[in-house]
Structure formats: structure tokens, C-alpha cells
């Protein structure tokens, strides 16, 4: 029977990019995969189609070879034809981007150390804004896993050692054949490791590490804000097998201000004032997040919401030298019981007021009443 045409198979054209060629081959072998499609020939026979279509068009020079000459350039016993394509070897190579490394045989096989590593682990932290401003050393104490001291982390009793595993040989994984490719797999037996353990550390039960209280003293820098996060090399759990131990991960919480609220370096707050403070000018001592004093001018005329700014008076900046800014915004005051004598003053500035006309006044109600003329 002769065969299909590889762009037919895959369902692309021609000009389809690699990103497309292999999209539309990943959508195939997942749908054709002989073990989704167990004991079904013709699901076997597709996937092994659409197998040597991508084989060939995924590479440039197959794929420049394949658009000259067709089926024709691979016939003959040539050494860039898929009549010598290994399944088991070269598969492995294709599906290693699909489906990962530990699925399939012939793939990179990473450290069993690493696999091992201890887990890390998280440590809740709430300050106060003063504290996040100053820094300060803070003590934790937490339940962590250690290596047994009896066993020195291997799990065997001391005096013997872990032998290797029967199972896999050593090796950490085991194999099997599924059609024309090998599957590869953790092994069940020692769950990776290579070694079981014929009698265990009484003291950790083969665990090779046992619970326990752990106290580190850690440095929180000036400047930390809510949700930073500061890492603790080493000092997670304990890693299994000789595997690294993990990290203690601080988050840092920090609690609202009855004064200041903040926003990265900046700090703000709202300062009430009088009518005729804002009216006549003033100079007002406000409270500084260091704890100090900081005087500022409030000119005559000042508006209700005006903001004004004191440089280098917010938060240390947690990367890099210097300080954020201190917002103030203005919040009048206006009296709401009113002595006789307030009443009379007021009355009286009343007056004068409307005899002056503030422009911005009167020129809201020009507009006004031209918009209800117009309308």
C-alpha cells in the first residue's frame, strides 16, 4: 500500500512552522498512544504514522529532502529514511518534550540526591510598622526533621548497611515494554532509592531523621513590607538518603498603623486642621515613623485634600540606599456646634465674603446659569 503523505497525516500544510508540526503531532500521539489505546492495532498503526511523519518534518534536512523527492528520498536503504528509525531509542527523544523525562526510557536521568532533598518549610512572621522601619533580629522557634544522630541519616542501624535493591538492581527504576517502545518507571520496591534497608535505625525506624524542636535567630531588614519573603538556607527538614536538607521560608506580615498607611517606600497620612488654620496659615509639629517630630508650614488659603510632601521621611528602601517620601493631606476641619460668638464672627465674615466674590464662586455659578438657561 503506499503511504500517506506526511503533511496529509499531521494535518498541516506545507508551510506550517515547527511550533505547528509539532502541535499537531503532540495531538495525535496523545490521542493514539498505545497505552490510552490498549490491544488496538489500528490506534498502534496510527501512532506509528504520525511517529514518521513527525520524525521527518521536524527535522530541516529530512524535511527539505521529503518536499524534493517525496517518499523516494528515504527508500533505498539510505541512512536519512525512516526504515531505519529506532522506536525504542529515538521515541524517547521525541516524547521527552511531550510527556517528561521519567515516562520514557533513554532519557536524562536526574540525581537521585536531589530527589531526596528535605522539604522546606514555612515560617509566619507579624511586625510592626516601627519594627519594619528599624529591622530587627527576630527569633523563631519551629518543629523541623533532623538526620537521626543514631544512624547518621542512612536509616540502617549503626554497624549495617543498605544493601542493593533486588528489584531494579540498583538503578531506581525498573522497565517494561509496551508494544515497539520501553516505559520507564520508579521502582516500586525501593521507591527510587536503589537500596532497601534490612534493619532499620530503632531509633528513627529507617526514616533517617527524626522530629524536633529547632530555634534559629533571623535578620529582618529595614525596609521589609507585608508579603516579603526571606530565605533560610539549610534550615528546612532534613533531605532522605543523603539527600540536601531544605530551606525555612519567613513571610512577613505587617500590621496596620493607627497613623501612617503605606504604599512601597511612601508613607501617608491625613491631617485635620481648622478652618482658620487653613484660612490664615499655620506651622503644625506631625509625628515621623522614626519616632521623631517633623514641623511643617501650612500656607494661608490652603484647600480641603491638598497634599503636601516631606522628603526622605517614609521607609528605608529595602534594595538600595535612601528613604521614601511622608504624604500629608490636608483635612479641614469644619465646626459643627457653634458658639453664639463663632456664629456672629462667622456671619460677619459672611458678608464680606459676598461683597468680595470669589471668583472660583462665581464663576461656578456663571456656568450654572447658563446651563439652566440652555436648558
Not at 508540526?21 to 490510552?36: C, Q, T
Not at 490491544?39 to 518534518?57: I, N, R, T, W
Not at 528546612?236 to 517606600?265: C, M, P, Q, W
Amino acid at each position: 500500500m503506499a503511504k500517506r503523505d506526511y503533511y496529509e497525516i499531521l494535518g498541516v500544510s506545507k508551510s506550517a512552522s515547527k511550533d505547528e508540526i509539532k502541535k499537531a503531532y503532540r495531538k495525535l500521539a496523545l490521542k493514539y498512544h498505545p497505552d490510552k489505546n490498549k490491544g488496538d492495532k489500528a490506534s498502534e498503526d496510527k501512532f506509528k504514522e504520525a511517529s514518521e511523519a513527525y520524525h521527518v518534518l521536524s527535522d530541516n534536512k529530512r524535511k527539505t529532502n521529503y518536499d524534493q523527492f517525496g517518499h523516494a528520498a528515504f527508500e533505498g536503504g539510505g541512512n536519512q529514511g525512516f526504515g531505519n528509525f529506532d522506536f525504542g531509542s529515538s521515541f524517547s527523544d521525541i516524547f521527552e518534550d511531550f510527556f517528561g523525562e521519567d515516562v520514557f526510557g533513554g532519557g536524562r536521568r536526574s540525581s537521585r540526591r536531589a530527589s531526596n532533598r528535605g522539604n522546606d518549610l514555612r515560617y509566619d512572621v507579624t511586625i510592626s510598622m516601627e519594627e519594619a522601619f528599624s529591622g530587627l533580629n527576630k527569633k523563631v522557634n519551629y518543629n523541623t526533621y533532623k538526620k537521626c544522630s543514631r544512624c547518621s541519616g542512612q536509616g540502617s542501624e549503626p554497624g549495617s548497611k543498605p544493601i542493593t535493591c533486588n528489584y531494579c538492581n540498583g538503578r531506581g527504576k525498573v522497565r517494561s515494554n509496551q508494544g515497539f517502545f520501553t516505559i520507564q518507571q520508579t521502582c516500586p520496591e525501593c521507591s527510587g532509592y536503589g537500596e532497601t534497608i534490612n534493619n532499620p535505625c530503632k531509633q528513627c525506624r529507617g526514616n533517617g531523621k527524626t522530629q524536633t524542636k529547632e530555634s534559629v535567630s533571623v535578620k529582618i531588614p529595614k525596609g521589609v513590607d507585608d508579603g516579603t519573603r526571606i530565605r533560610v538556607s539549610g534550615k528546612g527538614e532534613a533531605g532522605s538518603k543523603g539527600g540536601s536538607t531544605g530551606d525555612l521560608y519567613l513571610f512577613i506580615s505587617v500590621d496596620n498603623h493607627s497613623i501612617f498607611k503605606r504604599s512601597d517606600e511612601h508613607l501617608y497620612f491625613e491631617l485635620p486642621i481648622t478652618f482658620a488654620d487653613a484660612a490664615l496659615g499655620t506651622s503644625v509639629e506631625v509625628p515621623s515613623i522614626d519616632g521623631g517630630k517633623a514641623k511643617i508650614k501650612i500656607p494661608a488659603g490652603t484647600q480641603h485634600g491638598k497634599q503636601l510632601r516631606l522628603r526622605g521621611k517614609g521607609m528605608p528602601l529595602l534594595r538600595g540606599n535612601g528613604f521614601g517620601d511622608l504624604y500629608i493631606k490636608i483635612i479641614t476641619d469644619v465646626p459643627v456646634s457653634l458658639s453664639s460668638k463663632q456664629k456672629e464672627l462667622l456671619e460677619e465674615f459672611r458678608k464680606i465674603e459676598n461683597e468680595k466674590s470669589s471668583p472660583i464662586i462665581k464663576s461656578f455659578f456663571e456656568k450654572a446659569k447658563k446651563f439652566w438657561k440652555n436648558s
